[in-house]
C-alpha cells in the first residue's frame, strides 16, 4: 500500500469516528430538552434518508471532481452541520445536514481506491478500511458515551470555568467538531488524481436518466448483480440484527439498553476480524467463493434462541462478525472493480449506497411491524435467520460459476 492509501484511511477513521460520536452527543442532548423518546431512534433515519433521496446526484459529483476534493467538501458539511447542532438547530434537522457530507463523503471514499491502486489490491484494501470503520463504530459509541456524561463534563468544563456556559452534550459537540476539522486537514493531503467519467450534461434530467441507466447496468450485470445483491442484503441485515439483539438480549439475558448496546460491540470486532481475514486469505478473482459464508451467517442468530448466559452469546455474535466480514469485503472490492470498469467508481458506490440503505428502511420496517404484531422474538429469530441463509443461498446458486474478470 502507498502513503497516500494509509492518509485516506485516518482520513476516514476520524470522519467516521466523529459520525458515530455525534449520534450519542445528539441523543443526549434530545433527552437533555426532554424531547419525545421516539426522536432519538429517528436521529439515525433522517440520517440514512439523505443516501437515498441524494443518491442520483452524489455519484456523479463524486466522479466530476478529484475524489480528495469531494472528501474535503463532504467533511466540511458534516462540520457545519455540528456547528448549527451546537448552535440550538434541532438535533433532527443538523444530524440531517451531517448525513447529507455522509452521503458525499461515501462515493469518494470508496471510488478512490480503484484509481489509486490496482484490482489485485482491492480486497486488502477493503479489508483495511472496513476494519478501520468499525474502529470507529465502536470507538465512536464509546467516546459519545463518555463525552455526554455530566460527571466529565463538569470535570472538564469547570477547570476551563465554562461549567455555567456549557451543558455536557454540548461540551461533547465541541470535542468532536475537532475530528471533523481533522479529517478536513488530513484530505487536503490526498494527491488530486484524474477526474474519473466526468458526466457530459448537468441537465436535472440527464442525471436522473444517467443513475437510472447505472442502476439497471449494475443489476444486468453479472458480477455487479452479485456484488450489489450482497452488500443490499449485509447492511439490512446489520441495521436489523442491532435492533434484534437488544430485545432478544432483554428476554434471555435479562439485560438493560446498555448492557444489550455494549453486546453488539462483538459482532463489530468480528466484523473486524473477519475483514482481515479476506484481506489475508481471499483474492479478488476468487470473491465468489467466500458466498457460503453467508449462507452459514444465517443459523448463527437462530443459535441464540436457546443462549442463556453471556459467554456463548458473545462467541456466537463475534461468530456472527467474522463470517459477516469475511464475505462482504471481497464483494465490495469486487463491486468497486465491475463500478470502476462499467460506469466509475462514485456513480457505482452511490448505487451502492441506495439499494443498502432501502434495504435498511425495509429490513428494519419489517422487523417494526413484527413486534407491532406481537410475535414472540425467538419466532422473529427464527424467520430472520431463515430469510438470510435463503436469499444467500440463491444468490450462491445463481453466481456460483460466475468468473470474476
Excluded at 445483491?229 to 446498555?258: E, Q
Aim: aromatic share 10%; with cysteine; proline share 5%.
Amino acid at each position: 500500500m502507498n502513503r497516500a492509501f494509509y492518509i485516506i484511511l485516518v482520513a476516514q477513521f476520524l470522519s467516521a469516528l466523529a459520525d458515530n460520536a455525534l449520534l450519542f452527543a445528539a441523543i443526549g442532548l434530545l433527552v437533555f430538552f426532554s424531547a419525545p423518546e421516539w426522536h432519538s431512534p429517528l436521529l439515525q433515519t433522517v440520517f440514512v434518508i439523505a443516501y437515498i433521496v441524494l443518491a442520483p446526484l452524489v455519484g456523479p459529483f463524486a466522479d466530476a471532481l478529484p475524489k480528495g476534493r469531494v472528501m474535503l467538501i463532504a467533511n466540511t458539511v458534516k462540520f457545519c452541520g455540528c456547528l448549527v447542532m451546537l448552535a440550538g438547530l434541532h438535533p433532527l434537522l443538523a444530524y440531517a445536514i451531517v448525513g447529507i457530507g455522509a452521503a458525499m463523503y461515501s462515493p469518494a471514499k470508496y471510488g478512490i481506491l480503484t484509481e489509486l491502486l490496482p484490482p489485485e489490491r482491492l480486497v486488502v484494501a477493503n479489508s483495511w478500511m472496513e476494519g478501520t470503520t468499525v474502529a470507529a463504530i465502536v470507538l465512536g459509541a464509546i467516546i459519545g458515551g463518555a463525552l455526554i456524561n455530566p460527571e466529565l463534563a463538569e470535570t472538564l468544563l469547570s477547570s476551563a470555568g465554562l461549567t455555567s456556559v456549557v451543558i455536557a452534550p454540548k461540551f461533547a459537540i465541541i470535542a468532536i467538531t475537532s475530528l471533523y476539522l481533522g479529517a478536513a486537514l488530513i484530505n487536503l493531503l490526498i494527491p488530486r488524481l484524474p477526474i474519473d467519467h466526468k458526466l457530459p450534461s448537468r441537465s436535472p434530467l440527464y442525471v436522473l436518466h444517467d443513475f437510472w441507466h447505472s442502476f439497471k447496468l449494475l443489476w444486468r450485470d453479472p458480477l455487479g448483480q452479485v456484488s450489489l445483491a450482497v452488500t443490499t442484503l449485509f447492511w439490512g441485515v446489520g441495521a436489523t440484527l442491532r435492533l434484534l439483539i437488544i430485545t432478544w438480549a432483554a428476554l434471555n439475558l435479562k439485560y438493560g439498553l446498555d448492557q444489550a448496546t455494549q453486546l453488539t460491540a462483538a459482532s463489530a470486532f468480528g466484523i473486524a476480524i473477519g475483514s482481515v481475514l479476506a484481506g489475508k486469505f481471499v483474492r479478488l478473482q476468487g470473491a465468489i467463493r467466500v458466498l457460503p459464508a453467508g449462507i452459514l451467517l444465517g443459523f448463527v442468530p437462530i443459535a441464540l434462541i436457546w443462549v442463556n448466559s453471556l459467554v456463548p452469546a458473545v462467541l456466537l455474535l463475534l461468530l456472527a462478525g467474522i463470517l459477516a466480514g469475511y464475505f462482504v469485503v471481497p464483494m465490495n472490492a469486487l463491486l468497486q472493480h465491475r463500478g470502476h470498469l462499467l460506469m466509475g467508481a462514485g456513480h457505482s458506490i452511490a448505487q451502492q449506497n441506495f439499494n443498502e440503505n432501502i434495504s435498511i428502511l425495509m429490513l428494519t420496517g419489517a422487523y417494526a411491524l413484527m413486534m407491532r404484531a406481537e410475535w414472540h422474538i425467538h419466532t422473529i429469530v427464527l424467520v430472520f435467520g431463515l430469510f438470510i441463509s435463503s436469499v444467500m443461498t440463491a444468490i450462491w446458486l445463481r453466481h456460483r460459476n460466475d468468473v470474476v474478470h
